[in-house]
């Protein structure tokens, strides 16, 4: 339980009695509230805490809540809003951690009118209300298998990071300077999304547009490529897309932002046909606060370290939705280089070693 709880003066019948307030949701605001969803599921499920406490105070019971229980009952609320004013429940279940949250969220409502329409709850039922939201929320990630398929995620993220960051250093081996050119290539909206029975052939389709792309790429469709990372994600509001890192000689290349627009085109025009699009990162370094791409030379250790604190660690997060329907589909893709000799790299190869015990698993 955790140590300190607040009490929870705002009645959770004056949340509801007046029904829903309709809100509107825009794209980012949904965006957020998935990540806000996610940060508070895994609050809840990785701990033993209740969250809700009943306790004695001037002669009454009364309600104490943590602050992630307080979250969660947000949270509850604004997804039921949601899917009651958007309809969209169907396409928020295929995320797996989403559809746990739904279904509590869901129990969540039911009780709660029930406990309603007997008059007014007590400190008491709305203590076990709570605690039995939270029991659904982990009787769900038992019972599905989402806790163990967190922990494979997790074991992922760790290797790939590993082999990620041993990579770059190996291209800073080989090159005093590197350009680094981010782009995600998306497909028009409502593209794929709504598809979740053709899931599979789907992300079959992605993984065959992507390497056409790198067919290209590789024949020097531009030239001075040196490296390359790319990983295939879906979002339940964007459906499939891909995260680019491209790596080019910085001694022979420059104009960066040209670079990525030149391959967001191909991906357009040529890859898939008019039904994809491109977001162009490097177009958008100013607002960087911790700048990561661009051109990096080997001995920049800050902006290196924005590189793999920030760039390539983004790139190796593991996808729940794709690691839920397609466990075993391969969507993290990245080149390879041979190690030059140890005694010709000793005084650069350090940066990894050095930087890894500062990157947060």
């Not at 924005?306 to 729940?320: A, P, W």
Request: charged content about 30%; proline content about 1%.
């Amino acid at each position: 339980m955790e140590s300190v709880y607040k009490d929870f003066e705002l009645e959770w019948i004056d949340e509801c009695e007046g029904g829903f307030s309709e809100p509107v949701f825009s794209r980012e605001e949904e965006k957020h509230l998935r990540k806000k969803i996610e940060v508070v599921f895994w609050k809840v499920v990785s701990s033993d805490d209740t969250h809700f406490e009943l306790v004695e105070k001037c002669g009454c019971e009364k309600k104490y809540i943590s602050e992630t229980g307080r979250r969660l009952m947000d949270l509850i609320k604004k997804i039921n809003d949601l899917i009651y004013c958007s309809n969209l429940s169907s396409r928020y279940e295929v995320d797996p951690v989403l559809r746990i949250f739904i279904q509590a969220a869901r129990q969540y409502e039911d009780d709660y009118q029930l406990l309603l329409s007997a008059g007014k709850p007590s400190a008491r039922q709305l203590v076990a209300l709570g605690k039995h939201i939270v029991e659904i929320m982990r009787e769900g990630c038992r019972e599905w298998g989402v806790d163990d398929l967190k922990k494979r995620m997790d074991k992922g993220v760790y290797q790939r990071r590993a082999s990620l960051y041993s990579y770059v250093d190996s291209l800073f081996d080989r090159h005093a300077k590197l350009l680094f050119v981010r782009v995600d290539l998306h497909y028009r909206r409502g593209y794929f999304v709504g598809r979740e029975d053709f899931f599979s052939e789907d992300l079959a389709r992605v993984k065959a547009d992507w390497d056409a792309l790198y067919v290209e790429l590789k024949n020097d469709f531009i030239s001075n490529l040196v490296g390359h990372v790319a990983k295939i994600e879906y979002g339940v509001l964007k459906g499939f897309h891909v995260h680019v890192l491209l790596v080019f000689d910085g001694s022979k290349r420059r104009a960066d932002v040209r670079i990525a627009d030149m391959i967001g085109r191909y991906w357009s025009d040529k890859v898939t046909h008019g039904a994809g699009y491109h977001f162009n990162c490097n177009s958008k370094k100013a607002e960087y606060r911790y700048l990561g791409i661009g051109a990096i030379h080997r001995s920049q250790k800050e902006q290196r370290g924005h590189l793999y604190k920030y760039t390539l660690e983004y790139l190796v997060k593991s996808d729940i939705i794709i690691s839920w329907f397609c466990p075993r589909e391969r969507t993290y893709f990245r080149g390879w280089v041979k190690r030059l000799e140890r005694k010709q790299t000793a005084s650069v190869n350090g940066f990894f070693s050095d930087f890894a015990d500062q990157v947060l698993i």
